[in-house]
Every structure is written in structure tokens, then in C-alpha cells.
T-cell receptor, first 110, second 114 residues
Framework: TQLLEQSPQFLSIQEGENLTVYCNSS?????LQWYRQEPGEGPVLLVT?????EVKKLKRLTFQFGDARKDSSLHITAAQPGDTGLYLC??????????FGQGTRLTINP | DAGITQSPRYKITETGRQVTLMCHQT?????MFWYRQDLGHGLRLIYY???????DKGEVPDGYVVSRSKTENFPLTLESATRSQTSVYFC?????????????FGNGTRLTVT
């Protein structure tokens, strides 16, 4: 069974601080996706990383796929209250199966 | 409006009753999925469908039934609801499957089984 462990599960920081969320597994994934979910809504795809070592940037968000394609990280620079939400990583484990992490609930305090 | 819509948004039912959650998408996407989201478990795949009349089990299919007679609709039925099926259910679609296209989620149905 493929599992993805996200850490931390909860994170509350002040506006302007930096943070990193981790997504780890013992399994290799062909790609890894990061989603953000607002209360009462479905997850929205932020980025897909495919190649080991790949780094993608989305404004103040930096996503990295591990060299062995088993782990990933999301780094947010100068966090803003609008970054508050639930962040989910999901690994593509083959066919039509996405393995989701438990999520990181991020709160940015003004 | 184009997109993926789920109904109802909230549902309370009693143990043992049958309940159907609806999902409709206007993109003509081939692939549709049902997930449940529970604290501590993230999102888990219940069933998915690659096209009309083609369905396949996901990680947690027991107690659920799906059908896909039309491309745009993918209803999920709980034949005899149990308290363990209290959850938030998300429908999603993908144009060409997870290998080639992103997943688009609806806004979910919060189901409570009493």
C-alpha cells in the first residue's frame, strides 16, 4: 500500500514568516501534485511535478520533487493571510489512482 | 455555468437508509471519480469511471454503488448507510485520465448518518 505522510498536520504562523510543508513516502511516484482546499470547497490543483529534482515556482510558493521521486516539499516565502487553507499532496501511483496525504492545515495570522 | 456540481451540499440520513449523491459535469470529461474525505485520512478513492458504462473500484468501495449511464453524470449510492459512512464526499473529473490531465473537484457533499 502506498502512503504519503504530510508534516506538519497543523501550522499557525505570523504574516511575513516563511514555512515549509513536507510530503514523504517510501514509494516512488510517477508524479506528485499539490492542492489547496478552502473551507466548503473542493481541492484546487496548484502544481504537478514530474521529474526527480524538479523545482516549480508559483509566485511565493516553491515546490520541489525529491530526486528519488519519493518526497516533495512546499515552501512559502513571506506568508500572507490569503495563504491560509488546507494543503494536500497527492502522488500518482499508477493508472487512475492518486494517493493523498492527510493534509496540512495552514493558518497565517495578520 | 460550466463545471462540476454536486448535490445535495448537505444531507442527513438514518442508518440503514439508501441515499444517492449526485455529480454532474459539463466539460464532457471522460474520467470521473468519487472520493471521501475524513480527518486523518486525507482523500480516499471510492470508485472511478473511465467512460460511460465503465466503472472500477478504488481504495474503499465497500458499501457503495456507482453507475454511469451518461458521460456527464456519475451518481454514488449508499445502499444501506452506516455511521462509518459519515464523511464529506467529493466528485472529480479529468479529461484524459490522471496520466495526461488534471483533476477538477466539485465542492463536496457533507453526509451525516445518524
Amino acid at each position: 500500500t502506498q502512503l504519503l505522510e504530510q508534516s506538519p498536520q497543523f501550522l499557525s504562523i505570523q504574516e511575513g514568516e516563511n514555512l515549509t510543508v513536507y510530503c514523504n513516502s517510501s514509494s516512488v511516484f510517477s508524479s506528485l501534485q499539490w492542492y489547496r482546499q478552502e473551507p466548503g470547497e473542493g481541492p484546487v490543483l496548484l502544481v504537478t511535478v514530474v521529474t526527480g529534482g524538479e523545482v516549480k515556482k508559483l509566485k511565493r510558493l516553491t515546490f520541489q520533487f525529491g530526486d528519488a521521486r519519493k518526497d516533495s516539499s512546499l515552501h512559502i516565502t513571506a506568508a500572507q493571510p490569503g495563504d491560509t487553507g488546507l494543503y494536500l499532496c497527492a502522488g500518482h501511483g499508477g493508472a487512475q489512482k492518486l494517493v493523498f496525504g492527510q493534509g496540512t492545515r495552514l493558518t497565517i495570522n495578520p | 455555468d460550466a463545471g462540476i456540481t454536486q448535490s445535495p451540499r448537505y444531507k442527513i440520513t438514518e442508518t440503514g437508509r439508501q441515499v444517492t449523491l449526485m455529480c454532474h459535469q459539463t466539460w464532457s470529461h471522460s474520467y470521473m471519480f468519487w472520493y471521501r474525505q475524513d480527518l486523518g485520512h486525507g482523500l480516499r478513492l471510492i470508485y472511478y469511471s473511465a467512460a460511460a458504462d465503465i466503472t472500477d473500484k478504488g481504495e474503499v468501495p465497500d458499501g457503495y454503488v456507482v453507475s454511469r449511464s451518461k458521460t456527464e453524470n456519475f451518481p454514488l449510492t449508499l445502499e444501506s448507510a452506516t455511521r462509518s459512512q459519515t464523511s464529506v464526499y467529493f466528485c472529480a473529473s479529468s479529461g484524459r485520465g490522471l496520466n495526461n490531465s488534471p483533476l477538477h473537484f466539485g465542492n463536496g457533499t457533507r453526509l451525516t448518518v445518524t
